[in-house]
């Protein structure tokens, strides 16, 4: 693809060809940017269960760290995949354009935001907070991306039944992410995943058929067809895979990446 001042790049428009760097080594961004960023920060990017980015409000990511990275794309991803490239060339652009539009609505509210979806399976919960630089971490980064706005990214996989609001004290902005991505479960009709989501609850059989008006037969029937696609026979197994995917009924009519 050739480059212009302005590209479309994976369906998502208007990403500066400034920012498709092919060549990362001489882009002062990752390593430098952690470290200015104190101890702290530090503590947080080598968490093991943690994954941490920083974006620009045009999408452009300053840092990840390798658990953000896997995260997103695959056990085998590393974080210097990531750095330096917009979201728009690592993602679906349904769900790249989405994001930007998250991060572009915490930085002109100056207010976090926590993001609830679903990616390869798994539930993520997301914290979108603002992020302002002092000028010798600004120093990190070059002159074009030390005047852009930006956010921390604080993401967790989290089960249903790990409760995580449990935790929170005061009112915080959640919202569910639009577009969703299965990863397994992608082989599962909607009906099939509102069945699965409701397994996940703990539901019976006769208890679904009532939840979604149908026969206890026809759940039951679901049920085996769920099973023989996953590969697991185990109604306890279907449970654990609803949960930890955080299924829920609206899940089932979410567009997927």
Known sequence: MGKSPCVR???????PSAFLVTDRSHHPLSQPLAKSLGPA?????TEPLTGVVIVTEDGTILYSNTQMARML???????????GKHIGELYAAKFALERLENIRSVLDKSSPLMIRHIWQGYQVYSWVIPLTLDDDTAEALDSKRATQRRVLVISRRVGTEDK???????????????VIQLGPLDVLSPRELEVLALLGQGLSAAEIAAVLN??????NTHRENIGKKLKI????????????AGLQLADAEKERV
């Open 233 to 244: 026979d185990d109604r306890v197994k279907l449970a654990m895979v609803a949960q930890r």
């Open 214 to 219: 149908r026969s206890v037969k026809t759940i």
């Open 9 to 15: 790049y994976w369906g998502v428009p208007n990403v």
């Open 164 to 178: 995580p609001f449990d935790l929170v004290a005061g009112p915080i902005e959640k919202i569910d992410a639009e």
């Open 41 to 45: 920060f530090h503590a947080l990017a």
């Open 73 to 83: 794309s695959g056990p085998t991803a590393k974080a210097e995949d990531a750095t």
